[in-house]
């Protein structure tokens, strides 16, 4: 054995874990702790450890069951609900992304008649070419909407495009 181990330091470690030391541990140990200068430190840190866990048991507040049941009701009931939402929330994704490609179409429909009711599509008339004859009929049939409704109608899917992303936000945020 060297010197910075005793046989009796698991003996001193046990009584102060119990609650034994100094008055009902036996002659023999408190003896030894006395002459033995690694034990004598073994109390003085021991010792330190277990009177903060008792300070630290008679201070602890543990709230009443009752209250600890609640919580833990409350918090099952919202990890439900959470799951109860998630094909709620992918229909609401679905339908999402179903009225922007509504948007999308509805803007391909009217962008040709906004073009021209200001005055761009003449200076563009080889765009047109370009896109072939179904764009130029959905043009046309365009064409006869007055410019106010087709203005109008930008206008409002302009405000769509911009304001569906803030939508989307709202109805998916979990706040």
Sequence with gaps: MNATECRREQDVLDAIAAGRWPDRSDAELAAHVARCAICTDVVAVAGAFREEHEAAWRDARVPPSGRVWWRAEMRARQEAARTAAQPITLVQGIAGACAAGIVAALIGFVWPAVWESLG?????????DAFGAGVLQLA??????????????????????????LALYFVFSEK
Excluded: H
């Design 120 to 128: 761009v599509g003449a200076a563009l008339g080889g765009v047109k």
């Design 140 to 165: 046309a049939i365009s064409t006869s909407i007055p410019p106010q409704i087709l203005l109008s109608l930008g206008i409002a899917l302009a405000a769509a495009i911009v304001l569906m992303p």
